[in-house]
T-cell receptor, first 116, second 114 residues
Framework: EAGVAQSPRYKIIEKRQSVAFWCNPISGHATLYWYQQILGQGPKLLIQFQNNGVVDDSQLPKDRFSAERLKGVDSTLKIQPAKLEDSAVYLC??????????????FGPGTRLTVL | GDSVTQMEGPVTLSEEAFLTINCTYTATGYPSLFWYVQYPGEGLQLLLKATKADDKGSNKGFEATYRKETTSFHLEKGSVQVSDSAVYFC?????????????FGKGTLLTVNP
């Protein structure tokens, strides 16, 4: 079974530029998550999709971050304009349901963003 | 709100030493508990999980027991190997309504020397 795919793996941009990350979840997984992992910290949930609907975006900085999951499969996370403090690893994860506490989330390799 | 507190690192051990990484949690509901591991240059992988009180999760020689009375989920391994060097994250999954989301601790870096 193929895992969660993410691209690019690395991205370096200057502040105020825009950037986009792509995620392809495990086939058949209804729930998709985007996390931000700042160096030395645990991942923090940015947004959660159930199929193609948003169920939690309470920690997404909506003035600069946006995400979509068209057709309930692939997802794109965008930052526009980027700030220095956005430097982090952006992780995508998926789970089969997302409606049970016992569901396991499977993570992709992440995209390491450096904002100069 | 929900939170996870785990042992500050880094932890440095010699091969075959005993490992304990402490983890305690605060949750409003009845969470499931997880340990994830992140090897250098790789993504997070589920190591083990426990879904109810007194459950023991185990995998690759690691184990952790869900202790509701002490709100803890400490990770243990009897004899570590160099290949266990990684960052370990304790996490809980609790309901935020109809959806469940993971709340992570800050991670503990483990280095095992030969």
């Amino acid at each position: 079974e193929a895992g969660v795919a993410q691209s690019p793996r690395y991205k370096i941009i200057e502040k105020r530029q825009s950037v986009a990350f792509w995620c392809n979840p495990i086939s058949g997984h209804a729930t998709l998550y985007w996390y931000q992992q700042i160096l030395g910290q645990g991942p923090k949930l940015l947004i959660q999709f159930q199929n193609n609907g948003v169920v939690d975006d309470s920690q997404l900085p909506k003035d600069r971050f946006s995400a979509e999951r068209l057709k309930g499969v692939d997802s794109t996370l965008k930052i526009q304009p980027a700030k220095l403090e956005d430097s982090a690893v952006y992780l995508c994860a998926s789970s089969s349901l997302g409606t049970l506490a016992t569901d396991t989330q499977y993570f992709g390799p992440g995209t390491r963003l450096t904002v100069l | 709100g929900d939170s996870v507190t785990q042992m500050e690192g880094p932890v440095t051990l010699s091969e075959e030493a005993f490992l304990t990484i402490n983890c305690t949690y605060t949750a409003t509901g009845y969470p499931s508990l997880f340990w994830y591991v992140q090897y250098p240059g790789e993504g997070l992988q589920l190591l083990l999980k426990a879904t109810k009180a007194d459950d023991k999760g185990s995998n690759k020689g690691f184990e952790a027991t869900y202790r509701k009375e002490t709100t803890s989920f400490h990770l243990e391994k009897g004899s570590v190997q160099v290949s266990d060097s990684a960052v370990y994250f304790c996490a809980l999954s609790d309901s935020g309504g109809s959806n469940y989301k993971l709340t992570f601790g800050k991670g503990t870096l483990l280095t095992v020397n030969p």
